[in-house]
Each structure stands twice: as C-alpha cells, then as structure tokens.
C-alpha cells in the first residue's frame, strides 16, 4: 500500500508537487498520466525515497519513508526512467549486488536470478558484463532487479521504454500476476494504451496536481458524452488544442 498525504515538493518558488492525497491499496495497478513537466517522476522519486518532500509524508505499507527510510525501502522496488547499472559487473553479479543490498543471499537468491534472467531472455547472458548489453537488454535487467527481493511494492517510471514487443507482452502479464497476488504496483507512462488496458485505477497529474483520479469507468462517466478512450480524456484535461492554436498563429 501507497499513501501519500498533503505530499509537497517546491524548487525555490516553484511547486512541483502541490499537496497530493493518494492511496493506492494492495493488489492495485495504479497509472500515473502527465505531460512532461507534470510532477510524475517527482512524485515517484520522493515515494521511492530519493527525494525529501518540502512537507507532507510519504508511506510504504503503513511505514513513514521519511522517519524509517530503510524498512520502507526494504519492502519497495525502483524502477527508474533512467536507470544505472555497474557496466563492469555481469547480470548475474549485477541480481546478486542488488539482493546483497536487501540482506538477501544465498541458494534462493540464485535460483529467483536465474528465473528472473531466463523471464526476459537474459539466461545467455547472465555471466557477460552489462557493458555488453544494448539499451532494451539493460532495462530487462533493471526490472528484473526491482523484483529480485520480492518487494510488497513497485514504483516503475515508463517501464516499457526501449523493450521489444515481446519483453513487453512478458512484463504486462507480470505486473497483473503481481498485482493479483496482493501486490502494489504504481506505474507512470507516457503509453496511454498501455495505461487504459493494464491499469485498475488512473491518475492524471498536471502543474503538481492530480485532475482525474479513477477506474476507467469513472474517467468515461466524467466525459463530456460518456464513451471517451484516455488519450481523449487526458487530451481534454492537458491541452488538446496547443497544435492547432500553434497552426493557426503561423495562417495568421
């Protein structure tokens, strides 16, 4: 469970999260929409404990990530937009560095690696050094890494970037399995249609602040007639018409 209360970033004299309450409960496979500029990857940091709020607080399973940042991240998983990777250690050293980090060794940890590795087509790669890996091979292993200490919840910043069609297929089937075993996953993506077909609830941020907040049903029923997709609705809420306002400046 994810819960986030009056959560505030501010950079001098701008806000860029404004006072977010959210919950995400377990078993939930949260969307988190925006532009770019919106407060997503902010607002996920801050939960993943990379940032300090400005004020209000952050809990990862009734933990204050703030107050006890090490049990809250003992039980969370990051996967970042931008992710690093030791280049010089291999994939299957890089599962064991991440595990050692949550205390974790031994028989149990090598065999989730190798399953882990063998889930994204990684097992004939496991023992050559990441250096060698290409951009999609790399985010393979990061996600496979975020789930190496079976973690009660995962934040995941654009998790589908730079995977082939079939890394993608096996990372949603993952997510929803994860989720229905009573996990909590919050997800932001830039892919609307991943987000309308995978996600049990969606939120849309803009300028810090959520705008729409509910299943898909609840985001239509809020349309202007009823039977809108998400690129329609998120359209709406962040500026559908800057395009053609722009075209219209340059006939004039």
């Not at 501010?10 to 959210?22: I, M, Q």
């Not at 060794?105 to 087509?121: A, C, P, Q, T």
């Not at 009660?152 to 993608?168: F, H, Q, R, S, T």
Request: glycine share 10%.
């Amino acid at each position: 469970m994810i819960q986030l209360n009056a959560l505030t970033k501010r950079y001098g004299s701008f806000t860029a999260v404004d006072a977010l309450d959210l919950t995400v409960p377990k078993g939930e496979l949260f969307g988190f929409l925006g532009p770019n500029g919106a407060g997503k990857t902010t607002t996920l940091r801050m939960i993943a404990g990379i940032l300090r709020p400005s004020s209000g607080t952050v809990h990862i399973g009734g933990i204050d990530v703030s107050k006890n940042p090490i049990a809250a991240k003992a039980v969370l998983g990051y996967i970042p937009d931008r992710p690093f990777i030791y280049e010089k250690l291999t994939g299957a050293e890089f599962l064991r560095f991440v595990a050692g980090l949550y205390s974790q060794n031994g028989k149990d940890i090598e065999h989730r690696g190798h399953e882990l590795l063998s889930l994204f087509d990684l097992d004939n790669w496991r023992d050559e050094l990441v250096e060698s890996y290409s951009h999609g091979m790399r985010q393979k292993l990061i996600i496979a890494s975020a789930f190496i200490h079976k973690p009660d919840v995962i934040v995941v910043d654009e998790p589908m970037v730079g995977l082939d069609p079939k890394a993608a297929r096996i990372l949603k089937d993952l997510f929803g399995e994860y989720t229905r075993r009573g996990h909590t996953i919050m997800m932001s993506t830039h892919t609307l249609e991943v987000a309308e077909t995978m996600c049990d609830r969606i939120g849309i941020i803009q300028g810090g602040k959520i705008r729409a907040l509910g299943t898909m049903a609840d985001l239509r029923a809020s349309s202007a007639n009823g039977t809108e997709g998400l690129e329609q609705i998120f359209l709406k809420l962040t500026g559908e018409n800057a395009a053609r306002e722009f075209v219209d400046v340059l006939d004039a």
